[in-house]
């Protein structure tokens, strides 16, 4: 079935550090999004992108969807403390149940102040 | 924040007892999921409806049921609730999804249930 695998699971960067967490997929993408989850909290939604070779920025993050549709990335240029927390990629495919996202398991981001 | 209720928030239950958690949304949003959280899993989907009564199973459904009588209730049961079955579970809404839209979705606070 259809997969999508997030690196690296973990990530401790000093504040003012870039970051940067991959996603790959096993099959082409229709789209892809990307959550934050606080600890403790729920994942919200960050953003969606749909085209080939895609390039959305918010503030200090750059979100990035493949020529392939099959990976993505997110960067956060000069890291805060308030970036705290897991980064998850979710990949949806084309059609009936591949239509449904399937979340990476998330990059744990830690910032040490 | 979306108008999500989950409830209740915690729930600590022995082996083999039946478990209901309950989703609440004022959205009206027609999809509803959810999902189970636990460490080095990231989310997993384990039911989700598309409609009142149309429920479909997700990548982890096993020893799951759903119902879904109104739109904005979707509930999930634990038929017979096993020490494997302790995680967080949350549930999200979305306006449209499977392969027919490409709408966020947006989470409740989730359930931490624990099983002994």
């Known amino acids: 079935g259809q997969q999508v695998m997030q690196i690296p699971q973990y990530q401790h960067v000093q504040e003012g550090e870039d970051f940067t967490t991959y996603c790959n997929s096993s099959t082409t993408l229709s789209n892809i999004q990307w959550y934050k989850q606080r600890p403790g909290g729920h994942p919200v939604f960050l953003i969606q992108?749909?085209?080939?070779?895609e390039v959305k920025k918010q503030k200090r993050l750059t979100f990035q969807f493949g020529e392939a549709k099959k990976n993505s990335s997110l960067h956060i240029t000069a890291t805060q403390t308030t970036d705290v927390g897991t980064y998850f990629c979710a990949g949806r495919g084309y059609g009936g149940s591949q239509g449904n996202l399937i979340f990476g398991k998330g990059t744990k981001l830690s910032v040490k102040p | 924040d979306a108008g999500i209720t989950q409830s209740p928030r915690h729930k600590v239950t022995e082996t083999g007892t039946p478990v209901t958690l309950r989703c609440h949304q004022t959205e009206n949003h027609r999809y509803m999921y959810w999902y189970r959280q636990d460490p080095g899993h990231g989310l997993r989907l384990i039911h989700y409806s598309y409609g009142v009564k149309d429920t479909d199973k997700g990548e982890v459904s096993d020893g799951y049921s759903v119902s879904r009588s109104k739109t904005e209730d979707f509930l999930l049961t634990l038929e017979s609730a096993t020490s494997s079955q302790t995680s967080v579970y949350f549930c999200?809404?979305?306006?449209?999804?499977?392969?027919?839209?490409?709408?966020?979705?947006?989470f409740g606070d989730g359930t931490r249930l624990s099983i002994l």
């Open positions: 999200a809404i979305s306006e449209s999804g499977g392969g027919r839209g490409n709408q966020p979705q947006h």
């Open positions: 992108l749909v085209k080939s070779g």
